[in-house]
């Protein structure tokens, strides 16, 4: 199968951003620059968007197979060039999916810890938290406030951290000075953190010093059944459909 078969939703970290074609232009015979991200036909790009020369550091990419369920950016809730809030309507259910980039200050956790309160239950957290923790790294030692504080914020939306069913490292440096660890991280609801299918797909990571994580998260109505997968990061995609089950790659 392809990746446009498998998945439905492309959560981005760290997307690219730069000029993607030129737009007619009164004053110039070149035409203007139109600064943004990858687009396809296939997939709706979602983000919050941000003032001239700010780039967004989340983006997620949904396919218009998932048009039944009326993707909605949730910015009244949560507006972050770091974080991506997605609301699908199956039904009378609303399912909430989030992608999170968070920087080397823990900006995104911060914001997410601020505004717990306000936000509704999701279905799915995932992202790169830059984030290093006892809790999901054999090989990190300690279990620092940051990360306590993303437990916990995930715990507020009734999520825990998912058990990934081929354990390693996400972040593969460049320089090989740095020691692999694990800063990429998937959150469920808790009766499905063991039973998900939540894995690296190693073979995905291409030029990239990340590893992919797929997941798939299950979406229930009594009048649609919506399916498939969502994929990451550096992965031109094309298209998928709705069929039992979303599945989310960050």
Not at 93 to 109: L, P
Not at 141 to 150: G, K, M
Request: aromatic residues 8%; negative net charge.
């Amino acid at each position: 199968a392809t990746l446009v078969e498998i998945y439905d939703v492309i959560f981005v970290q760290e997307p690219p951003w730069r000029v993607v074609r030129q737009a007619p232009s009164p004053t110039s015979r070149k035409g203007e620059d139109v600064i943004g991200t990858s687009n396809h036909p296939a997939w709706t790009p979602m983000f919050c968007p941000q003032p001239v020369g700010v780039a967004p550091r989340c983006i997620a990419f949904v396919s218009k197979g998932l048009v039944l369920l009326r993707p909605s950016l949730r910015r009244n809730l949560i507006d972050s060039r770091d974080i991506v809030l997605i609301s699908l309507h199956a039904g009378r259910d609303i399912f909430n999916i989030m992608g999170v980039y968070s920087d080397a200050e823990h900006t995104a956790i911060k914001l997410l810890a601020e505004k717990a309160h306000s936000l509704p239950p999701l279905v799915y957290m995932g992202g790169d938290f830059n984030c290093h923790s006892s809790e999901w790294d054999p090989d990190y030692r300690s279990h620092e406030t940051t990360a306590i504080s993303l437990l916990d914020t995930a715990s507020s939306v009734g999520l825990e951290l998912a058990i990934v069913s081929n354990p390693g490292p996400t972040f593969i440096s460049h320089n090989p000075d740095l020691r692999p660890s694990v800063i990429d991280l998937v959150f469920v609801p808790p009766a499905q953190a063991v039973s998900l299918t939540t894995c690296l797909e190693p073979e995905l990571k291409m030029r990239s010093d990340h590893v992919p994580i797929s997941s798939f998260v299950p979406i229930r109505s009594s009048r649609v059944d919506a399916g498939k997968r969502s994929i990451p990061l550096e992965v031109q995609i094309t298209s998928s459909y709705v069929v039992k089950e979303l599945v989310f790659y960050t």
